[in-house]
């Protein structure tokens, strides 16, 4: 999805730009430390809220903006997402 978003909106094409990257730093590192585990629900189901109210709201652009997309750039990846999104 930062692929996506950044290639669209930042003109990036090869790499994400600073700002993506560090937005996408700043995600992984939530998730490494989330403490559902694997047992994580999709962020918009969960009860603990982790990311700064700054960072929830780029993340959200970028989901809104790519999410559609997803589904004709990587069919697999974005039938997953749906598949998880919708569990418990």
Do not use: T
């Not at 047992?39 to 970028?62: E, F, G, N, T, W």
């Not at 589904?71 to 997953?80: C, E, G, T, V």
């Amino acid at each position: 999805m930062m692929k996506i978003y950044c290639h669209a909106h930042h003109k990036c094409f090869k790499n994400l730009c600073e700002q993506c990257d560090a937005l996408k730093k700043y995600a992984d590192k939530k998730l490494d430390n989330c403490v559902f585990g694997d047992a994580k629900p999709a962020c918009s189901k969960c009860q603990v809220h982790c990311y700064s109210p700054d960072q929830r709201d780029l993340i959200l652009k970028v989901m809104r903006f790519a999410g559609p997309k997803m589904i004709s750039k990587h069919p697999i990846l974005a039938i997953r997402h749906i598949f998880n999104a919708f569990k418990k």
